[in-house]
């Protein structure tokens, strides 16, 4: 028989979608096997298939399943495939996994129904990838955040493979922290009504061998206040723009807590979970489900007959209660940034060029006659913009770097803000002769003399992809010095960083060898 931890949670079998039916958990594994797109509609709605990523490949492999259906019907088989897929979209409405995975294999329709399939099985190799590297970057992060003990997390819901295609995502990150030895105890809430994380979460921790107990979802503040978690890792069904984060219902109380007490609250989940289009979250539809689902478990009553119920499916998590909301290809920090430093509908942050140069202030002849030196304490002193500026060199730049090399003195600032952003590990660049220990050493021409650059031999390892930071850039001479203290200590330059750079003195043109970021040019 095929290993419980080797049967994946969604795929496809000669024209049928196999599922886990989730509503057997724990006590059964039982298969689904799903031929039309009602059988579909009725699983989801049911939450035998559940959690948003898998939600969304279940969308296009409807969409294939319909295609497949009516293929031979030419004329009305594309209508036809079309009224299927507007049902399926509105099947679980807060979820944006769903509509998009629908409108993906859509959007294969015109080259025919083998084309969808194509895409949709693609689909689920992609799910795979992604929660890989969203697993490692978030608990990278944690590691970053949390002292160098075994940790104590929480988590609510159910995210792991069960919830995707594989891996998992907030659940994934806990594995791969387990796999690293940094897991003492996970904390797992039940999750009311339905119980996903008593159920499913519990039985993925077990059947991975790591410790947990279960933690009824009321006692998860009690259990903060007595010192019980270190992080709190969640999942996603929706993010907004601004970064608000629609989760099964519990995750708000969660994160109140969690500040109330200090604890990091990182949600993790893929880029396709982004619903740009929403500003904030209070465009996100909850769900409300069936009385009975909070009046009862099962077959057994436990209210009054007749009692009503409020029972939404999903809170909205404001944005400044997380700490860090972690996709496959970004680390975002929204509770540290203020309104406007998130990605807009293009995914980017603008560069402030004009807001920069405003709050630079020219002082003549220092250090040296002849010399104008920009100073950037305004900069640093307007509230929010470094910050912003972190951002936007993280979503230019991320995932093409691993570690941050700060250039003394002023580099230091940008360099420990996108550090703190991304959750990379910090190396510092000082002048000559303010190192411990063994040191390599570049010497380097500025524009008003000349100086030299060190680096401790264990700062850096050989193969890292090296980031260098600096604040200004004129002639160029303390990055190139920099990116030689990355080469000779057998790293790999993944790119040069300046707030400002001076146009006229040559410095771009003296670092064309390796990729320059400059986030604002004044003239020299």
């Keep these: ?147 160098e003990r075994p940790l104590r997390v929480m988590t609510h819901c159910n995210t792991g493979r069960l919830a995707t295609a594989a891996v998992g995502t907030a659940l994934g990150a806990i594995l791969e922290l387990a796999d690293r030895g940094r897991i003492e105890e996970v904390l797992v809430d039940e999750t009311r009504p339905l119980l996903q994380g008593a159920r499913l979460t519990a039985w993925e921790l077990g059947e991975a061998g790591v410790p947990y107990r279960l933690c009824v979802d009321s006692a998860a503040a009690a259990a903060m206040d007595r010192g019980m978690v270190d992080c709190v890792l969640v999942g996603a069904d929706r993010i907004a723009a601004n970064g608000d984060t629609a989760n099964k219902i519990g995750t708000y109380g969660l994160a109140v807590s969690a500040a109330r007490h200090g604890i990091p609250f990182i949600v993790v989940a893929p880029e396709s979970t982004w619903d740009l289009e929403l500003h904030d979250g209070s465009g996100i539809v909850v769900e409300d489900r069936a009385h009975s689902e909070v009046t009862g478990f099962g077959d057994t009553v436990t209210a009054p007959a007749g009692a009503a119920a409020f029972n939404p499916a999903f809170d909205v998590t404001p944005a400044e209660l997380i700490t860090a909301l972690v996709s496959e290809q970004r680390t975002v920090r929204p509770g540290r940034a203020r309104p406007g430093i998130l990605p807009d509908a293009a995914g980017t942050a603008g560069t402030p060029q004009s807001d920069m140069a405003a709050l630079l202030t020219e002082i003549p002849d220092h250090p040296s006659s002849g010399v104008v030196f920009r100073d950037l ?15 936007h060199v993280a979503e230019r730049l991320d995932g093409q770097f691993d570690r941050i090399l700060a250039v003394e003195s002023r580099g230091f600032v940008l360099g420990a803000a996108l550090a703190a952003l991304t959750g990379r590990p910090l190396s510092l660049a000082r002048k000559a ?55 000779v200590s057998g790293a790999r330059v993944a790119g040069l960083v300046a707030l400002v750079a001076l146009r006229g003195l040559g410095g771009q043109q003296r670092l064309s060898g390796h990729s320059v970021l400059a986030l604002c040019e004044v003239p020299a």
Excluded: F
């Excluded at 304490?377 to 951002?391: I, K, V």
């Design 377 to 391: 304490a305004g900069l640093y002193a307007e509230p929010g913009m470094l910050a912003r500026l972190a951002s």
């Design 1 to 147: 028989m095929t290993p419980p931890s080797a049967v994946p949670s969604i795929t496809w079998d000669d024209g049928v979608i196999v599922a886990i039916d989730q509503r057997a958990l724990p006590s059964e594994q039982r298969l689904l096997r799903i031929e039309t797109i009602s059988q579909l509609i009725e699983s989801l709605q049911s939450l035998a298939i559940r959690g948003a990523p898998a939600i969304g490949l279940a969308g296009a492999l409807g969409v294939a399943l319909s295609a497949r259906l009516h293929h031979a019907n030419r004329g009305v088989g594309e209508e036809a495939v079309r009224a299927d897929a507007a049902r399926l979209a509105e099947a679980r409405p807060t979820a944006v996994n769903l509509a998009w995975g629908v409108r993906r294999a859509l959007a294969r329709l015109e080259s025919g129904h083998e084309a969808v399939l194509a895409d949709a099985l693609a689909m689920l190799d992609e799910d795979t990838t992604t929660n890989r590297a969203a697993v490692r970057r978030a608990a990278d992060l944690v590691e970053a955040l949390v002292p």
């Design 433 to 487: 002769g303010k190192l411990p220990g063994p040191v390599y050493e570049a010497d380097y021409a500025l524009e008003y003399g000349r100086d030299r650059l060190e680096v401790q031999k264990s700062a850096l390892c050989p193969g890292d992809r090296v980031l260098c930071v600096d604040d200004v850039l004129a002639t160029g001479g303390t990055l190139h010095a920099a990116a030689r203290l990355v080469t």
